[in-house]
């Protein structure tokens, strides 16, 4: 039990185009799903908590409006980098929360995200 | 701010050998969580531990809670090159996960 699919695993695109990252958790309702980037070789750096309908909060120095972040049902949010610029290239990671205030997290497997 | 204080930062041993990964903080946690993490995939979640003093086993590896929920550890007995990879604690607090910096493990035959 306690899937989450993050899709795509792969995306290259090109600078000031947007990409959309999807977070699923497949076999349980995660009212809280979190947003995370990940620099090589280092730790996970949380952007976002994504509660099921209403606004993210974001973590200081994250831009809402460069990263729309979209929880429309318990089991579904959405990462989308709008204009992407290469800087924005990295490993973003979803999670899904289980338990009281979403304290057991469960990963989906990342994104590797490369802008040219 | 809540720290935690991952230690070694990387760490490389022959297989067989013993080890032990150490999670330290200043701050009170709720839980405590430990993951690994293989190169270009997400975190999988080993054990969760919530109690002062909580010891959790998992096949060959121990986890010890803290009797103040300020640190824990990870121990690995007879390490396999299967064992490699980036082992993250993270601290629970207010619904949020404070990740450690985490350590690296390389395991050689």
């Known amino acids: 039990g306690a899937v989450v699919s993050q899709h795509p695993s792969w995306v290259i695109c090109k600078s000031g185009t947007s990409v959309k990252i999807e977070c699923r958790s497949l076999?349980?309702?995660?009212?809280?799903m979190f947003w995370y980037r990940q620099f090589p070789k280092q730790s996970l750096m949380l952007m976002a908590t994504s509660n099921e309908g209403s606004k993210a909060t974001y973590e200081q120095g994250v831009e809402k409006d460069k990263f729309l972040i979209n929880h429309a049902s318990l089991t579904l949010s959405t990462l989308t980098v709008t204009s992407a610029h290469p800087e924005d290239s990295s490993f973003y990671i979803c999670s899904a929360g289980q338990g009281f205030q979403g304290a057991i997290q469960y990963f989906g497997a990342g994104t590797r995200l490369s802008v040219l | 701010t809540q720290l935690l204080e991952q230690s070694p930062q990387f760490l490389s041993i022959q297989e067989g050998e013993n080890l032990t990964v150490y999670c330290n903080s200043s701050?009170?946690?709720?839980?405590l969580q430990w993951y690994r993490q293989e190169p270009g995939e997400g975190p999988v979640l080993l054990v969760t531990?919530?109690?002062?003093?909580e010891v959790k086993k998992l096949k060959r590896l121990t986890f010890q809670f803290g009797d103040a929920r300020k640190d824990s550890s990870l121990h690995i007995t007879a390490a396999q090159p299967g064992d490699t990879g980036l082992y993250l604690c993270?601290?629970?607090?207010?619904?949020?996960?404070?990740f450690g910096k985490g350590t690296k493990l390389s395991v050689k035959p």
């Open positions: 993270a601290g629970g607090s207010q619904g949020n996960l404070i």
């Open positions: 701050s009170v946690f709720s839980s």
């Open positions: 076999d349980f309702q995660a009212t809280t």
């Open positions: 531990v919530v109690t002062g003093g």
